[in-house]
């Protein structure tokens, strides 16, 4: 018989790490590596990039709005300007705005930030529309004035508009690429060549919402981009402006008036096969225009429009057609999940560039007090 001792009844580990509290040790640090291989084996639902903000701490540059008035006019029309403009009331944002206006700083690191205030988006109109002042000022709430004024971002400056309740999913310099437009530093412009002139010509980009192209709100304005001097823009304002001097718009929501519904229409007209704006139309359309004069582009200097795909920029709708993920996509319910509403919509295999959440926070000439109370916790 062997003896208690004998190596024969010994556990093969002791043997090797000599005590039980190594065994221990060991047992444990296999766990962990079979944990931890089974976590990054999860490969069909990919890591959020809000999780992993992507790969840096690096973010866009903030730039004040007087900052940017004061630069130079951009004389380069085909290339976006990495400006990413976004507005609020004041400085001073609801936690869950914060957070999302942080992913998209996080997925342009090597753009700027604007964040513009109502007094801000009042001094721009002075500096650059100053014949559309008063028409500004006599709009009859805060949110017909934030719609209006996003057009003037995109106009003077160009860049990327985006409503505070979007979260950036990937950097949009690669969705410009796929249709051969770059993105450029907006303080050190590009010499202009008369190659590039010739290349891609102006252009600016909007989403579809939901699958519904009849949908009067499936093109919102809640998030744009565009070449700086696109005479597309001027279109919308000097709409706004006829409705209000005829009366057509009197009595009608914000979303007709200068919103969402203004530019459905609009880009309508503009992409009509029978458009009037085809060409150099739009430019001696729009020549007439005092803004215009700031903006020189070259005769036979092109320019477009670009609807992208729902699941580019709003892979979530608040119509019918995003009913089935309403309870955890909508900012506004109590059940609200950003993770999980990313997860669902797959918004990592289409890929979307981005997301919104669609807080809703305007109401008549204020806020909305109970979906402002949604926001206040990340």
């Not at 949908?215 to 696109?230: L, V």
């Not at 279109?235 to 009608?252: F, H, N, P, T």
């Not at 007439?288 to 670009?306: C, D, M, V, W, Y």
């Amino acid at each position: 018989m062997d003896s208690p001792t004998s190596p024969r009844n010994i556990n093969p580990l002791h043997q090797i790490y000599g005590s039980r509290r190594t065994v221990r040790w060991v047992i444990f640090l296999a766990v962990a590596a079979i944990i931890t291989v089974y976590m990054s084996g999860q490969g069909s639902i990919p890591v959020s990039p809000t999780s992993t903000p992507f790969g840096s701490s690096r973010k866009a540059k903030y730039l004040t709005p007087r900052q940017l008035m004061d630069r130079p006019i951009s004389k380069d029309l085909q290339t976006i300007p990495r400006i990413f403009h976004q507005s609020w009331t004041s400085t001073q944002l609801p936690a869950k705005f914060e957070h999302w206006s942080e992913s998209c700083r996080a997925a342009h690191p090597n753009w700027e930030w604007v964040l513009w205030t109502d007094e801000d988006n009042e001094a721009l109109v002075r500096m650059h529309f100053p014949w559309l002042l008063q028409t500004y000022q006599d709009l009859p709430g805060v949110i017909y004035k934030a719609d209006l004024v996003r057009n003037i971002y995109m106009y003077m400056f160009g860049g990327v508009y985006a409503d505070l309740d979007v979260e950036c999913l990937r950097p949009t310099d690669n969705l410009f690429k796929e249709f051969n437009v770059s993105t450029v530093s907006h303080a050190k412009p590009r010499p202009v060549s008369t190659h590039e002139l010739q290349k891609s010509g102006r252009k600016a980009f909007f989403g579809r919402m939901g699958t519904d192209t009849s949908f009067s709100n499936s093109i919102p304005n809640a998030w744009m981009a565009s070449t700086p001097g696109h005479p597309f823009f001027l279109l919308v304002i000097e709409s706004v402006v006829k409705g209000i001097i005829d009366g057509s718009s009197a009595g009608q929501s914000p979303e007709q008036v200068t919103g969402p519904v203004q530019l459905f229409d609009m880009v309508n007209q503009y992409m009509a096969l029978d458009s009037p704006y085809e060409g150099e139309k739009l430019d001696k359309h729009v020549a007439k225009n005092p803004s215009a004069k700031q903006f020189t582009p070259r005769r036979g200097l092109g320019h477009s429009i670009e609807v992208l795909p729902f699941n580019y920029i709003f892979p979530y709708s608040w119509q019918r057609d995003g009913e089935a993920f309403r309870e955890v996509c909508w900012a506004t319910k109590t059940t609200f999940d950003a993770e999980r509403c990313k997860l669902v919509l797959g918004t990592d295999h289409w890929p979307s560039y981005a997301i919104t959440y669609w807080s809703h926070t305007w109401s008549g000439e204020g806020h909305d007090a109970g979906n402002m109370h949604q926001l206040d916790d990340k």
